[in-house]
């Protein structure tokens, strides 16, 4: 959808609606028009507007003549949290690849994930990766399930022995889940916590009080929830110690130095493609002394040395990834990505903060996330009509997260500069009507 000045941003769409119950439906059809199912024989130099009228029972047989612009047409604007918008590009390229996949006469979903067809996907979309973030060889990157809330527990089991210290910076929901589920397989300590101040900054680094013997120092690189987005990196204390990072929601959204990390863990359902796949990028030596008790399916060194196909991995959402990489390289890479991210959210935040205290956004500004808006209304009983409007102009999922309530914009690579201009000329026309 191409930008347009903010007066005509809230002007909707007409709705496409079905008359089943008539027996004779007129369409109009505005020419030139392209017609993939050669259904209707049109003249291709006429541009005044026709009446066609057809029987319902041939409606139910094929597609109507708009089908195919309006299913564009009517996509919203989602704004969730995860799993979230992807590019439109992606999810056409996945479509018409959907029932054969490169000639191979197969769907990606119906492939063995051992034969050569996806072995070539699986290759590709790493390698993909490992361009965009420059990866460097001495780190394994591994595809697998469970989500980041499995990682909490599989980054201990297998950095460290049961009585080892470990420092978790807590500066959000996300990492204070991932430091309780530590405590069962090393001794944590939480060196900082924002929860007191309900999580809305980032401790100044040389106030920490690291131990110098903890073997990773663990921090949630952006609280999806609250919106708290580190944009500098601790180094920890202990100089044979690891800075290890839950990237799940801001992962491949801007360039990232990885040979600052030992360990990098995300989620791919936020950024880079359906729910379903965690990409793990770790050092390769410090793979392979997992405690004793660690299940063989969270043991790195079980993916690494089966190049992530141990057991049947999540083949499609894998190959999604691959494509959504494959579009970030297009895009320019990661530096281009970050430019229009930084952008789009500059337009959000800037909305926000010049409301007169109508809106507002809580976190520092100088740790405010690119992905996750969390704003809240002055007039807190406007917010249930606030995401129910929004919602019938098409923007989606605007409600904040069950735990602090308010608004949320989630505004991933996927979200396009338009939806973003969009939301800002609702919030400026929803303070006009209410104030």
Known sequence: MAASPNAHLLKSPNNHHHHHHHHLLKISINLPYTNGFNTLKLSRSSTKP???TCSTTQLHDRPSASAGSSAAEDRVFNFAPGPAVLPVKVLKKAQSELLNWHGSGMSVMEMSHRGKEFTYII???E???RTLLSIPEEYAVLFLQGGVTTQFAAVPLNLCKPGDPVDYLVTGSWGDKAGK???KYAKVNVIWSGKSDNYIKIPNFDELEQNPDAKYLHICANETIYGVEFKNYPTPK??????VADMSSNFCSKPVDVTKFGLIYAGAQKNVGPSGVTIVIVRKDLIGSA???TPIMLDYKTHA???SLYNTPPCFGIYMCGLVFEDLLEQGGLVEVEKRNKKKAELLYDAIDMSNGFFRCPVEKSVRSLMNVPFTLEKSELEAEFIKEAAKEKMVALKGHRSVGGMRASIYNA????GVEKLVAFVEDFQARHT
């Open 291 to 293: 405690q004793e008790i």
């Open 305 to 307: 040395e089966n190049k």
């Open 123 to 125: 290759e590709k979309a």
């Open 127 to 129: 390698a993909d990766l």
């Open 238 to 243: 202990n100089k044979d110690g690891i800075l």
């Open 415 to 418: 979200m396009p500069f338009a």
């Open 50 to 52: 026709i009446s066609i």
């Open 181 to 183: 589920e530590a405590k």
